[in-house]
């Protein structure tokens, strides 16, 4: 018998326990009614590949919400921290889409009061580029160097661009934040102070390339005008010239010859000096400043990757009140970093955002980390920090290995005191126990079933795949072996697969036997066991 004749037999379309990863789970999607690639239209395609996820994870349109989810979601009208600990395959990924459901169904209800889902899960190109810059002799020399602001820098730069193509092209880009039909007429018509907050982010976040154009586009977009001097010192540098020529000729023809004289002559060198200092000013003086100044941002925002000419000419463009070290990236400071965030969220709130939430994902994949522990922990601990957590109308959901769970225990008292993981809504681990599994597992098969006169059932029930002496609590001890979603896919993909391997289709033995669950249930309970101890791969 094949796999797919006892599926067919069954009504069941396609294999429900098949997939091992959220993201490119179909089954998760329709279950979900959402799923990844919403995900990705929602965040503005920020959001790469879920990872170590564990294909069943969780989702609660049919009922197989893990028991913690409400404690990490929380409050959307105040968004709030959560940390949350879990082994590979245990659903982190998988609950990240469901907080991302969750919040789509909130935003749909309560359009003038949105939360922006930021998903902070591809790391390898901030972490390419800090290698580059920094230049450690190894990968953790170079993830240790990594610093918070770091870390902001790279969710600005993951939000900002994506805002600045919906204000500039919306009819042009592809999935994007939803900032609504008329977002360049609603970012024409903000207060100025707000446009200059949206001018300063996109000079300074915006992705590399053509950021300094887009700077001029966008400010055109917004009807911000050049910095006064700037567009002074471009007038007297276009009309200087035809001014002097038409003082002097005026002089020569209107002022009789009687006036002409040394004085007048010193007058008119005078002008001549006036004018070629007001052209030092503004071509050569406010270049070198602004040079100056993108070479200061370069050094600074080490995971962006733009050139200091860049920074310089968008940075030009920029009124002079926003120039200077407590609005702009140029120190080692947090402070300007956690300014930058709320000027986001005040750049968002006339498109109906008043809140943020960023998912922190997928730590242990980037290459230069390559599920290293000491490496991912270089990476994280910065972001456990009470300052960054808790601030207001952005909540951090952080979804980490587990391995950093046993880091994170052998730390010091002072480290905890500045971490307050007692106010972060901490889950030291995603467990799940037989009867969540097997709830999870039976409403995947119903996502796959569609009713037929062959079974005569309206729906399907997990224990109707097996023979009449196993039992519901068979069932849920076997899956409780298991410990994770993923696995206990694995589980009972090999329970139908060894009973369509040992059987004839002739036979018609549509249900799986005890010995068959009995079997498959010590070799994957000896290899979850194995692989706990780490003396075997996933």
């Not at 965040?43 to 590949?49: M, N, P, R, V």
């Not at 990490?72 to 889409?97: C, H, M, Q, W, Y």
């Not at 990757?305 to 310089?312: E, F, H, I, L, V």
């Amino acid at each position: 018998m094949t796999l797919a004749d006892l599926l067919q037999h069954w009504s069941i379309r396609e294999n429900p326990f098949m997939a091992e990863e959220a993201r490119g789970d179909a089954v998760f999607a329709r279950m979900s009614g959402d799923g990844p690639e919403a995900e990705i239209a929602r965040l503005g395609g920020a959001s790469g590949a879920s990872g170590a996820s564990g294909a069943a994870g969780v989702h609660g349109v049919h009922g197989a919400y893990h028991s913690d989810f409400e404690k990490i979601v929380g409050d959307l009208n105040r968004p709030g921290a959560a940390i949350v600990f879990g082994e590979k395959g245990s659903g982190k990924t998988a609950i990240r889409f469901q907080i991302a459901g969750r919040i789509a169904a909130r935003n749909s209800a309560d359009p003038g009061a949105r939360v922006l889902l930021v998903a902070y899960d591809e790391h390898n190109g901030p972490l390419d580029r800090l290698h580059a810059r920094v230049g450690g002799k190894s990968a953790l020399d170079s993830i240790q160097k990594m610093r918070l602001v770091d870390h902001i820098d790279a969710m600005l730069h993951t939000v900002v661009p994506r805002v600045v193509d919906v204000i500039l092209w919306p009819r042009e880009v592809g999935p994007a934040i939803d900032l609504g039909p008329d977002a360049g007429r609603v970012a024409r018509r903000m207060e100025p102070s707000v446009k200059r907050d949206l001018l300063l982010l996109q000079a300074v976040y915006d992705r590399p390339g053509e950021a300094d154009l887009r700077t001029r586009a966008l400010r055109r977009r917004l009807g911000v005008a050049l910095p006064k001097w700037r567009w002074i010192g471009a007038g007297i540098a276009i009309a200087g010239p035809p001014a002097l020529v038409a003082i002097a000729w005026s002089f020569r023809r209107y002022v009789p010859e009687s006036l002409h004289g040394q004085a007048s002559e010193w007058l008119f060198y005078g002008l001549i000096l006036l004018y070629l200092l007001a052209v030092a000013k503004r071509f050569i003086w406010d270049v070198l400043a602004d040079r100056r100044l993108g070479r200061r941002l370069r050094k600074q925002l080490r995971v962006i990757g733009r050139s200091d000419a860049s920074y310089a000419r968008s940075a030009g463009q920029l009124d002079e009140v926003v120039r200077d070290a407590t609005s702009m990236p140029l120190t080692d400071s947090d402070d300007p970093r956690y300014t930058m965030l709320q000027r986001l969220r005040g750049v968002l709130r006339p498109f109906g955002y008043h809140g943020i939430v960023i998912v922190i994902d997928r730590v242990d994949e980037p290459t230069l980390i390559s599920g290293d522990a000491d490496r991912m922990r270089a990476f994280v601990w910065p972001m456990l920090n009470n300052k960054f957590l808790q601030q207001e109308g952005v909540g951090v959901k952080m979804l980490l290995p587990i391995e950093l769970r046993h880091a994170l225990f052998k730390e010091s008292s002072a480290f905890f005191q500045e971490a307050r993981l007692d106010k972060q809504g901490l889950v030291e681990r995603l467990n799940w126990t037989g009867p969540m599994l097997y709830d999870l597992c039976e409403a995947r098969l119903r996502a796959c079933h569609t009713p037929s006169v062959t079974t005569g059932q309206p729906s399907i029930a997990l224990l109707d795949l097996f023979a009449e002496d196993v039992t519901r609590q068979d069932v849920v001890g076997a899956l409780d072996q298991m410990h994770q979603p993923r696995d206990a896919c694995k589980f009972l993909y090999r329970c139908l697969t060894e009973h369509c391997a040992g059987t004839t289709k002739d036979q018609e033995q549509w249900k799986i036997p005890r010995h068959v669950l009995e079997q498959v249930r010590k070799q994957e309970s000896d290899r979850v066991q194995q692989l706990y101890r780490g003396i075997r791969p996933a």
